[in-house]
């Protein structure tokens, strides 16, 4: 079992930034491929960024690209998401992902509450 817990989501203005953090638990977190989504209200969870299944190579959405970096610590079981440049359209949900190398949600099998990212025009 895996259990993931965000944090770091806030109240931002556009152009600032922002860094998530999921720490997650059980003795796997290395070999796990993780990623981030997102969800804005009254929109479906999609993809933001994350890794391959051997951890060697990330992939971002276009919308994120060059603005977002996904990152880990093996040691500390954390998982990181970056973010600069930010836009309202940024705005919503941010969950982290353990169990799937996929751009789809529905590949996942863990899932973190959640960390609410507001970016103000």
């Known amino acids: 079992q895996v259990q993931l817990v965000e944090s770091g989501g806030g109240l931002v203005q556009a152009g600032g930034s922002l860094r998530l953090s999921c720490a997650a638990s059980g003795r796997t977190f290395s070999s796990r491929p993780m990623g981030w989504f997102r969800q804005a209200p009254g929109k479906e969870r999609e993809f933001v960024a994350r890794?391959?299944?051997?951890?060697?190579?990330?992939y971002y959405a276009d919308s994120v690209k060059g603005r977002f970096t996904i990152s880990r610590d093996n040691v500390q079981n954390t998982l990181y998401l970056q973010m600069n440049t930010l836009k309202p359209e940024d705005t919503g949900v941010y969950y982290c992902?353990?169990?799937?190398?996929?751009?789809?949600?529905?590949?996942?099998?863990?899932w973190g509450q959640g960390t609410q990212v507001t970016v103000s025009s």
């Open positions: 890794f391959s299944w051997n951890g060697g190579n990330t």
């Open positions: 992902a353990a169990g799937a190398s996929s751009n789809s949600p529905t590949a996942y099998d863990y």
